[in-house]
């Protein structure tokens, strides 16, 4: 076992030894449950894991941080640990953003910022202090 864990899920750079207040959670090793966490991390090794050797190495060798799980997910949400609720899925997202620390989060409704109410409630959301932000996907020219 390392003695620090990162988290498997596509471009989520968190790991136990950077971020604080985080659990890891090992996948299930139920094959269709296993699957469905498979698909929604989108990390290229994990995938082939699970295809060459199935959920138990899968679970072995890889976790997931419970930026991906939604506060209602857990069964159990302390400072010292997290359980998840059996066939808990993670989202396709990170939920909380990395300057949140869970210490000091209380409930989940904490967690959400005007923000996050905005998409939630498919207002006209523009994502802030993001330069150069256009939804035709064309990249700004830089430097001519």
């Given at each position: 076992?390392?003695?620090?864990?990162?988290?498997?899920?596509?471009?989520?750079?968190?790991?136990?030894?950077?971020?604080?207040?985080?659990?890891?959670?090992?996948?299930?090793?139920?094959?269709?449950?296993?699957?469905?966490?498979?698909?929604?991390?989108?990390?290229?090794k994990v995938i082939q894991k699970f295809k060459n050797h199935g959920s138990s190495q899968v679970s072995?060798?890889?976790?997931?941080?419970?930026?991906?799980?939604?506060?209602?997910?857990?069964?159990?949400?302390?400072?010292?640990?997290?359980?998840?609720?059996?066939?808990?899925?993670?989202?396709?997202?990170?939920?909380?953003?990395?300057?949140?620390?869970?210490?000091?989060?209380?409930?989940?409704?904490?967690?959400?910022?005007?923000?996050?109410?905005?998409?939630?409630?498919?207002?006209?959301?523009?994502?802030?202090?993001?330069?150069?932000?256009?939804?035709?996907?064309?990249?700004?020219?830089?430097?001519?």
């Amino acid at each position: 076992m390392p003695s620090h864990m990162n988290c498997c899920f596509n471009k989520c750079t968190n790991s136990s030894r950077s971020t604080q207040n985080l659990s890891f959670h090992k996948f299930p090793t139920n094959e269709s449950l296993c699957k469905q966490w498979v698909e929604l991390c989108q990390n290229d090794k994990v995938i082939q894991k699970f295809k060459n050797h199935g959920s138990s190495q899968v679970s072995k060798s890889f976790r997931i941080c419970s930026e991906h799980f939604k506060r209602e997910d857990y069964v159990l949400w302390t400072s010292k640990k997290k359980v998840l609720h059996k066939g808990s899925i993670p989202t396709g997202q990170q939920l909380i953003s990395p300057k949140t620390t869970h210490s000091n989060i209380t409930t989940w409704s904490d967690m959400i910022t005007e923000e996050d109410e905005a998409v939630a409630n498919n207002a006209s959301w523009s994502p802030r202090g993001t330069p150069n932000f256009d939804l035709s996907g064309s990249v700004p020219e830089q430097g001519k």
